[in-house]
């Protein structure tokens, strides 16, 4: 059973950072891309960053880019988000999804619970 | 950026009803379609990948279609577990975008 477990949220500062994680199991977590997608609080959808199976090629949104950066551990089956430079409109649920059997990396076939992340002074 | 654009909005329908959700891209994203579920407090959920083809493990009341920039996803018969709120979103072009969400509401 494939299972996404995020950590690491929380209540920081603009400015501050913190590190998401995504502890992955019961899959080839290696052969996989994965993804951050985020949702503010009542709001929809947003994708934020992929990253292949390798961890090779990495991907951003604009709104992120320079700020944020993925990374994984295909050693500890984990996904991770540093996240820097923050500001209030980067409150959201933080998730991270499995890429599909496709290979396409925005398809995204299995999501974590979340993990929330509050920017306020 | 790739424009994901959902109608209607909300819709109130009640059990055993027929649902129709639209999806519209602003450009051409051949079959790069994807529908989630999603219900309050809880991750969303895969239904459909390539715009027409089901996740393992959902039920054949979901159906769902399209290709180029117009897309449908249909609930045959609406049952208590399928209110939530739905999305499209497209993964032809970085950055994938989604729709705003189709809240469906029990009338």
Redesign the interface.
Known sequence: EVQLFESGGGLVQPGGSLRLSCAASGFAFRDYAM?W?RQAPGK????VS?ISGSGGDT?Y??SVKGRFTISRDNSQNTLYMEVNSLRAEDTAIY?CAKG?E?G???????????SLVTVSS | DIQMTQSPSSLSASLGDRVTITCRASQGIRNYLAWFQQKPGKAPRSLVYAASSLRSGVPSKFSASGSGTDFTLIISSLQPEDFATYYCQQYYTYPFTFGPGTKVHIK
């Open positions: 993804s997608v929809g959808l947003h994708w992929s991907y949104a604009d998730y599909g496709s396409h990396y925005g398809d995204f076939d299995y999501w974590g619970q979340g």
